[in-house]
Nanobody
Framework: QVLLVESGGGLVQAGGSLRLSCEVT????????LRWYRQAPGKKEREWVT????????YYIESVEGRFTIARDNAKNTVYLQMRSPKPEDTASYYC?????????WGQGTQVGVLT
């Protein structure tokens, strides 16, 4: 059974920093691409934020480029999202995602609130 468990959310001042973690179990972690999505308050859809491939290539949505960094630690089966200089518009629930052809796996989410 594949499980994704996020942690590290909370309140952060705009311009500060916060690191989210997602521990993944039940799969061969180092062969997987992993993604972070977010869902802002009042929004129906989740927004893709970033992807890291099994080869450590990272992709970002333009609005977080240069501020957020995705990283993985294959020894710990964990993917991280380092948020630097967060803005109020980054306030959202953040979800870890493991894409699979048979259906994606999702974590339960962790909430991030950015204070002005």
């Amino acid at each position: 059974q594949v499980l994704l468990v996020e942690s590290g959310g909370g309140l952060v001042q705009a311009g500060g920093s916060l690191r989210l973690s997602c521990e993944v179990t039940g799969t061969i972690f180092d062969r997987q691409a992993l993604r972070w999505y977010r869902q802002a308050p009042g929004k129906k859809e989740r927004e893709w934020v970033t992807t890291i491939t099994s080869d450590n290539v990272a992709y970002y949505i333009e609005s977080v480029e240069g501020r957020f960094t995705i990283a993985r630690d294959n020894a710990k089966n964990t993917v991280y999202l380092q948020m630097r200089s967060p803005k109020p518009e980054d306030t959202a629930s953040y979800y870890c995602n493991l894409p699979e052809t048979s259906g994606d796996y999702w974590g339960q989410g962790t909430q991030v609130g950015v204070l002005t």
